[in-house]
């Protein structure tokens, strides 16, 4: 009895145990079999994410056994792969996937799973790269579409001209007078097409009906060169539009040309309004209000002493304005204003109305000068030029500054189209180095204001080239410099009376003051810093703010005057500022900015 219940219990507990361990034995292999074979595969499926903490499995709860380790809760980490899906989902993946990781751990090594491990990492950085690489390179091609759909192209506008001219020359080859259907359909499919370009300068201007004609034109012309398949007389008749094309633009730049200088020597209707006005009151003074104080500055050598030739009254209104807004000691400063019998009571009366603080002005005409007529005989009303800013008197008389300022021994000259930005008093402390005449060079290539002698200079002539050196640097007037003291020990009036005298006789130089200031004082002169002088603000666009800035003075030589239409608007707020637009007389001549 004893005997079969023991049999009895070895078979429960074999049966017992076989219950549990095969069970055991078949998970486990299956476990294995699923994980090398599909493991890698299941990796590689799993979305790329990034994680901000590491990420801890729970491992499946199991009895305590000899030579049963611990699973490693940290599985995966990794902070540093772009993330393309939803924390939430990853984690969803990442879950469903803990079982399988803690399993093969307990059935493997530890260096099988750090290596696995370390497998899974670097596919799962690859598939990440390559995901970014992927990503990035659609970024751009999108980018590329949206720049390609807002570039700006004018290709079936251009197209769209080139027809009419096609169409153009096509009428050209039909018979006089003939009025066939296909002449008809040209001048129409012309028209239609100038129409429906109009004004436009892009494809985007368009409308959806001028694509329609320009198809409707292609069909004509089409039809017309197979009427005309003659290419070498078509090409012949392009040939002869284009010529006929370029020489009315030739006229048309002539033209303009011609208009701009005809505006740059016609004195503007307020302008002219403005002198009338101030003459009439000026007449009204009597002789007494007529006089400016300080007049027994005007001849002490000790003072800083300026002088602007002028027939343009609200030119030297601003030449003085801004010369005494900037000045550190106005009550040093004596300018010298000398203009032409006909405008001196309304430059007269100006500055009567709005004298100049503590800076002393005289106004003088050129007329009051006797000795001018009887001792130079008036040879400088001979010049060969018909712009009467070459021929004036005024624009000469710079060369006779000894005799009409005697009593001095320095004087600054200024143009009546500068502006002065800075105090001009050390001026009076450049050393001249035994020099006549201080001025900036204009003999840099690199620069807008550049000058070579022989653009004004005949140097084919022997006397010039025996006498002067075709690479001498050449200057600018402007503002410029003179030692009067000097000038007269070295008899440079005479020099110039000399070479004006033979440019009547030969072409030695162009019209205007320049190349004879160039001949003149040929190595009487000594540079000046650039920043004294600033030059081109009347033809030149180009000239930067810093430049301008940090000028003294800021020339607008060039017919581009800031008191004419004409002038270069960019700039005229520097002329502009020194304007009195609210004075009652510059209201009532209608001028204003």
Known sequence: MKQVRRWQRILILSMLSVS?????????NRLKNFTSVGGEEFIEELPITTFSADIRLNAIEQEAGEGVKEPKLDVYKDKKIVSVVSYSTAIENIGNAGD??????????NDEIKEQNQQIEQKTVSLASRQKQTNQTAVRHDLNVQASLHRVTDEKVREMKDQVVRAKAYLNFAPPGSNSHLVKELKLRIKEVEKAVGAATKDSDLSKS?????????????????????????????????????????AQKNQATYLVQ??????????????????TEYFSLQPEERKFSNQQKLHD????????????VLACAVVVNSTVFFATEPEKIVIHVVTDSLNLPAISMWFLLNPPGKVTIQVQSIDEFSWLSTKYNSTFKKQNSNDARYTSALNHLRFYLPDVFPALNK??????????QRDLSRL?????????????????????????????????????????????????????????????????????????????????????????????????????DRRWHLLGLGYDSGIGWPDIDRAAVIHYDGIMKPWLEIGLAKYKGYWTKYVKYDHPFLRRCNIHQ
């Open 20 to 28: 549990v361990i095969a069970p055991v034995v078949f998970l486990s």
């Open 100 to 109: 399988t990781f803690n399993n093969l751990e307990n059935n493997g090594t």
């Open 210 to 250: 001028a694509l329609r004609k320009m198809k409707a034109m292609e069909a004509s012309l089409y039809k017309a060169s197979r009427v005309y398949p003659d290419c070498t007389a078509m090409a012949k008749k392009l040939r002869a539009m284009t010529y006929n094309a370029e020489e009315q633009v030739r």
């Open 262 to 279: 005809l505006a740059a020597r016609t004195t503007p209707k307020g302008l002219h309004c403005l002198s009338m006005q101030l003459t």
């Open 301 to 312: 050598p000790n003072l800083h002493h300026y002088a602007v030739f002028s027939d343009n």
């Open 411 to 420: 004087i600054v000259l200024l143009d009546h189209d500068v502006v002065v």
């Open 428 to 528: 009076w402390s450049v050393n001249m180095k035994g020099k006549v005449n201080g001025a900036v060079e204009t003999c840099q290539e690199t620069e807008a204001s550049f000058l070579h002698m022989n653009m004004f200079i005949n140097f084919s002539d022997p006397l010039v080239a025996k006498r002067f050196d075709v690479k001498a640097c050449t200057w600018a007037f402007g503002m410029n410099l003179f030692g009067l003291r000097e000038w007269r020990r070295r008899n440079l009036t005479a020099v110039y009376h000399k070479y004006l005298q033979l440019g009547y006789k030969r072409p030695l130089f162009k019209a205007g003051s320049l190349p004879l200031g160039w001949i003149t004082f040929y190595n009487q002169t000594v540079a000046l």
